[in-house]
């Protein structure tokens, strides 16, 4: 059973573009939603994340929206540069006192391709 | 201040081997965290561990089995490797049992022939 489910699995966008990201959780006792970017051959680096008691959060050109009555989150990417081409997984966890903690819970991925 | 590190980068293993993979947290952090990434998927947890105990574990058979020593460095062992055992693995740090971000390190890439 998939817990997050993210879409599309690949993206292309011209270089000034918006690319979004969607994502979509089964579990209401996540509580902790972030977004991590993964270059080849490297490990993932986290991004930006969000927690249920905000509908939005801003980093720069990165913004999560958080729908928390649909169970859904999405990544936008303003301007698009060729440098952020790279595969954008989303993530869930759970702070739960007695399991554990952080747990991260990823999507399958999308690899955005941003065209100059 | 030092990010995570894990060695070896690559690795081949035959069918049925064992095999350590170590991972150095990020300096300050108690909580380790191993992953899975098989090719084109999303890492999959595998188990957690905080002040040297275990703290959770994913879907893994037992032949996966970890350390963390008193320096809050971390081990994945593997025993009787399967060709489906390849993959990218992964370590994350972060602060504390209730830590906020999670630190991934660049990875180990078993390939099991």
């Known amino acids: 059973q998939q817990q997050v489910k993210q879409s599309p699995q690949s993206l292309i966008v011209q270089k000034g573009g918006i690319s979004i990201i969607n994502c979509a959780y089964e579990n209401t006792a996540f509580d902790y939603f972030p977004w991590y970017q993964q270059f080849p051959g490297k490990g993932p680096a986290l991004l930006i994340a969000i927690r249920p008691d905000v509908s939005e959060k801003k980093e720069g050109r990165f913004t999560i929206s958080f729908n928390k009555s649909a169970k859904q989150f999405s990544l936008h990417i303003m301007d698009s540069q060729p440098g952020d081409s790279a595969t954008y997984f989303c993530?869930?966890?759970?702070?739960?006192?007695?399991?554990?903690?952080?747990?991260?819970?990823f999507g399958k991925g999308t690899l955005l391709t941003v065209n100059p | 201040e030092t990010g995570v590190t894990q060695s070896p980068t690559h690795l081949i293993k035959t069918r049925g081997q064992q095999v350590t993979l170590r991972c150095s947290s990020q300096s300050g952090h108690n909580t380790v965290s191993w992953y899975q990434q098989a090719l084109g998927q999303g890492p999959q947890f595998i188990f957690q561990y905080y002040r040297e105990e275990e703290n959770g574990r994913g879907n893994f058979p037992p032949r996966f089995s970890g350390l963390q020593f008193p320096n809050y460095s971390s081990e994945l062992n593997v025993n009787a490797l399967e060709l489906d055992d390849s993959a990218l693995y992964l370590c994350?740090?972060?602060?504390?049992?209730?830590?906020?971000?999670?630190?991934f390190g660049q990875g180990t890439r078993l390939t099991v022939v």
């Open positions: 994350a740090s972060s602060l504390g049992q209730f830590g906020t971000e999670a630190f």
């Open positions: 993530a869930a966890s759970i702070n739960d006192s007695g399991g554990s903690n952080y747990k991260l819970t």
